[in-house]
Nanobody, 124 residues
């Protein structure tokens, strides 16, 4: 199983980015998929997640209304669209999944499969 996270970069505050998590060896449609981030000197936090059972979503409070997680089943990919980026969004972003349908498990961080991380830097 491989998860390939991509799409990070350097943007100015207020701009947008879309991160992609492409999978091989696992069908993401069957499982919950989460995005996490870790800023320098801080613990990793769960940012967003999508359940596989009912396609409901979870967002940490700090990104609600600005980030959208979505799936493309044909491409076996999960996206994180990020709008109105702030300097405090600067972090390495990781996608992750496990053999569960529920975000409650994925957001706990104890996942079997992780992408390699993609750096998002928000700075003027």
């Amino acid at each position: 199983v491989q998860l390939q996270a991509s799409g990070g970069g350097l943007v100015q505050p207020g701009e947008s980015l879309r991160l992609s998590c492409a999978a091989a060896g696992i069908t993401l449609d069957y499982y919950a998929v989460g995005w996490f981030r870790q800023a320098p000197g801080k613990e990793r936090e769960g940012v967003a997640c999508t359940n596989s059972s009912d396609r409901s979503t979870y967002y940490v409070d700090s990104v609600k209304g600005r980030f959208i997680i979505s799936r493309d089943s044909a491409k076996n990919t999960v996206y994180l669209q990020m709008y109105h980026l702030k300097p405090e969004d600067t972090a390495v972003y990781y996608c992750a999944t496990d053999h569960t349908s529920w975000c409650r498990s994925v957001i706990s961080g104890r996942n079997a499969y992780w992408g390699q991380g993609t750096l998002v830097t928000v700075s003027s």
